[in-house]
DNA sequence: GTCTATAACGTGATAGAC
DNA sequence: GTCTATCACGTTATAGAC
């Protein structure tokens, strides 16, 4: 549901809302559109949008190339469906436990931790998807998401803050302590192509090690909090 | 020097001795090379292989788009070449904190606060362009390089067991500890784009931030060894 | 809806004059 | 060394048969 608030937000006019409603009317040829969706899923987040060709997403679908841009126009439009979908997942995720109004500072680490690490483990190439193309791509996307209510001016934002005040948190600016966290959560998806070089894990054992964050980063957060 | 090193391991056959002994001949003509190559570590680090046209490269540099070709052969060995004093660059830096043998564990956390946000302030793209590179292009470079002796079997991970040993740390996975301490070095770096819009930062005061970070790294690690 | 064939275009690279 | 003009190729997208 959430999610669909953050697609209407990037989606220009309403071709969203009426791209549901098409599919709700007739389910029978879902199935080859969602299998060139799911495709262009995988090899966009793992190549990013230049260095796919539509050729490559086809193959990875098993269907024959015209039919992308039947149902697509174009790979820019198929894109664009992907890659809203992956900040509105990413963002959902952050902000349902940012904004929460009944949660304290500690249980939405907790919830981040879990949370976003159970996210990711799913979709583990959306950081590195997402950034690499804001990179390149101009900043197109990203100035159409509500990114400094849902972030900035969060609930969880403004607790740190009296945490700070009640000289329960040393480091007064909450952008390094939001860095911090999401940098302990997040930075081992983006480095795992290189971790696994490193240290000779496949992708099973790189989970567990996940799972083992889970429990820890808040424990290592509120450390960092006092320390000083 | 150090960085010879690991860019005579990166190098097919011996182009990269040549090319430098090439150099040190005739110092005229460094100056279009020279433009050239800068043009292209600019542009390929901020759009990858994949997204930049040579011609976006040429124009960066103000030279004829025949010139990137009588210069360096082709796209692909330009970009090699470009990658390969990133990777050098990004372990350079690591390797000459982790492996020396007179330096303690704090130290070493200081050092590398330090060192890689000022060398990372200098190149703020190249850890996002390593990554997303290894990521599509498969592993070429990655395997090149010797990462296992550099990093896992390093004295900073040795001195780290035997803190473990000596009960003075709690997590006893210097897998974890490692992505903690770079990912408060490193994230930041690689999720700039986004927090530029985040929280409205220009450059200037982002890097301001990354100067704060060297200070409180080590206290923040210190304070996470110990937690639990 | 699905296919084959092909048009239209962008891009990397080179030939050849200067 | 530097330039203009152009080739050769790969890729996106579509026309049109089935």
């Known amino acids: 549901m959430f999610k669909y608030i ?14 549901m409603a098409k599919k709700e009317l007739k389910e029978k040829d879902i ?3 969602e299998k060139i969706k799911e495709a262009a899923k995988l090899v966009f987040h793992k190549k990013g949008y230049a260095a796919t060709r539509t050729r490559d997403i086809a193959e990875e679908a098993n269907i024959n190339l015209a039919l992308l841009n039947y149902y697509f126009r174009s ?7 992907i890659m809203v979908e992956a900040l509105a997942g990413f963002f959902q995720q952050l902000s349902s436990v940012l904004n929460n109004t009944e949660t304290s500072l500690e249980t939405k680490i907790e919830l981040i931790a879990q949370n976003y690490i159970d996210f990711l483990t799913k979709e583990p190439g959306i950081p590195l998807f997402i950034l690499s193309e804001i990179r390149n791509n101009a900043t197109f996307f990203i100035e159409k998401i509500p990114i400094q209510e849902v972030v900035l001016h969060s609930e969880f934002i403004k607790q740190y803050q009296t945490e700070v005040q009640k000289g329960n948190a040393t480091e007064p600016n909450p952008i390094q302590f939001l860095m911090n966290v999401l940098g302990l959560v997040v930075f081992p998806f983006i480095a795992q192509p290189m971790l696994s070089h490193l240290a000779k894990i496949d992708s099973a054992q790189f989970n567990q090690l996940m799972q083992q964050r889970k429990k820890q980063i808040p424990i290592w957060v509120k450390a960092m909090m006092s320390a000083g």
Chains 1, 2 share one sequence.
């Open 6 to 19: 953050f697609i209407y937000y990037l989606c220009p006019r309403n071709e969203f809302s009426d791209k």
């Open 31 to 33: 199935s080859t559109e």
């Open 75 to 81: 790979k820019e439009k198929l894109f664009t469906m």
